[in-house]
């Protein structure tokens, strides 16, 4: 695993250092709140799923060339299991960006592979800080709960994350009805 880690390393190499801080996060609340819009009216799982990945190309699309770089090595070594190696690479993204919610949200998706349900907590609850609609979140936030056995924990982001999108398969982890917004 570490031998891996070290060719995506390679792969990828890290971006010179010469800027100390990250971009400012570009303003696309106008588009996210046009998607969610659509995502809470969306007629069938399909139109869901479509209008969900445009809000993960939203996430994924890191404030600078540094940030993205890191973000992607990240999930590059979470992608083949090194998973330590993808938290500190994740922590040197959310050393240098600390604002970009996605940082935490990648690093918590480590940590949940992990089954450290603890540290994956702490980074969904400062992800969700940052953008609190981040489906991701929200639903890591659910299974992280079930995964520490606190099922009736789980439900509140849970149901948060279906007001956002009643698609979501994780309703099926729902312990009660799901009240319907008017």
Same mark, same amino acid.
């Given at each position: 695993?570490?031998?891996?880690?070290?060719?995506?390393?390679?792969?990828?190499?890290?971006?010179?250092?010469?800027?100390?801080?990250?971009?400012?996060?570009?303003?696309?609340?106008?588009?996210?709140? %046009?998607?969610?819009?659509?995502?809470?009216?969306?007629?069938?799982?399909?139109?869901?799923?479509?209008?969900?990945?445009?809000? +993960?190309?939203?996430?994924?699309?890191?404030?600078?060339?540094?940030?993205?770089?890191?973000?992607?090595? %990240?999930?590059?070594?979470? =992608?083949?299991?090194?998973?330590?190696?993808?938290?500190?690479?994740? %922590?040197?993204?959310?050393?240098?960006?600390?604002?970009?919610?996605?940082?935490?949200?990648? =690093?918590?998706?480590?940590?949940?592979?992990?089954?450290?349900?603890?540290?994956?907590?702490?980074?969904?609850?400062?992800?969700?800080?940052?953008?609190? =609609?981040?489906?991701?979140?929200?639903?890591?936030?659910?299974?992280?709960?079930?995964?520490?056995?606190?099922?009736?924990?789980?439900?509140?982001?849970?149901?948060?994350?279906?007001?956002?999108?009643? +698609?979501?398969?994780? =309703?099926?982890?729902?312990?009660?009805?799901?009240?319907?917004?008017?």
């Amino acid at each position: 695993m570490r031998i891996a880690g070290l060719f995506l390393i390679c792969l990828f190499p890290l971006p010179a250092l010469g800027q100390e801080t990250c971009a400012d996060l570009p303003d696309r609340s106008t588009l996210v709140d %046009g998607l969610y819009d659509e995502l809470r009216l969306a007629p069938s799982p399909g139109e869901a799923q479509a209008l969900s990945g445009a809000l +993960w190309e939203i996430w994924l699309d890191a404030p600078d060339a540094r940030a993205q770089t890191l973000l992607d090595q %990240g999930i590059a070594l979470n =992608r083949i299991g090194a998973r330590d190696e993808a938290r500190d690479v994740f %922590g040197q993204l959310i050393a240098y960006c600390p604002d970009y919610a996605e940082g935490y949200n990648q =690093r918590a998706y480590a940590a949940f592979l992990a089954q450290d349900y603890d540290a994956a907590l702490a980074d969904l609850d400062r992800a969700l800080a940052r953008q609190p =609609r981040h489906l991701g979140a929200l639903t890591g936030k659910a299974l992280s709960l079930i995964g520490q056995g606190r099922t009736e924990a789980a439900q509140e982001p849970l149901r948060e994350a279906l007001r956002l999108n009643r +698609w979501l398969s994780e =309703r099926a982890l729902l312990t009660g009805p799901m009240e319907e917004d008017a």
